[in-house]
């Protein structure tokens, strides 16, 4: 508001409750970024433990440091080699570390699950089940969106 109708029609003077709410709204809006970081930083710390992290469907955490573990392993998991899950290769669940294995086994006991394992160096691998196949995708990219703080004053 401030920048629609103060600065582009180059009013002279801007409302004293105006420009108050809008410096609180930027502490709040800083609180709760420093905040969120903190949570993130957080969590983080927690995937230094072996084993998994495991959120429920609101994001809360539900554990961490496990190893999800079933009476019997998934028949058989498969690699999608492309975004529909179409084609597929057959893989062996033993090569794959505790992590995967536990999100293997969980996404073949909860079919609307849906898994995500973050190696060391940075891949991301998506888990889940489609029909009666566990399936993984592998190299999944994670798209950063940045929003912008504040909008950018017009230079004169």
């Not at 019997?72 to 498969?78: G, I, K, L, M, N």
Request: proline share 3%; net charge negative.
């Amino acid at each position: 508001m401030i920048h629609e109708e103060f600065i582009e029609s180059k009013f002279e003077e801007l409302p004293m409750d105006l420009y108050l709410d809008e410096a609180v709204s930027s502490s709040e809006l800083e609180d709760i970024n420093n905040e969120l970081r903190g949570c993130i930083r957080f969590m983080v710390s927690l995937s230094r433990v072996d084993g998994l992290i495991w959120l429920d469907s609101d994001l809360s955490l539900r554990g961490f440091g496990v190893e999800i573990t079933t009476k019997e392993d998934p028949a058989a998991v498969y690699r999608a080699n492309n975004t529909k899950g179409t084609n597929l290769t057959k893989l062996e669940m033993n090569h794959f570390g505790m992590r995967h294995r536990s999100m293997m086994r969980y996404c073949a006991v909860v079919p609307s699950g849906i898994g995500f394992v973050i190696s060391q160096d940075g891949d991301v691998r998506a888990i889940t089940t489609i029909g009666e196949r566990v399936l993984l995708w592998e190299n999944v990219r994670i798209q950063s969106i940045l929003i912008p703080r504040t909008p950018r004053a017009y230079v004169m």
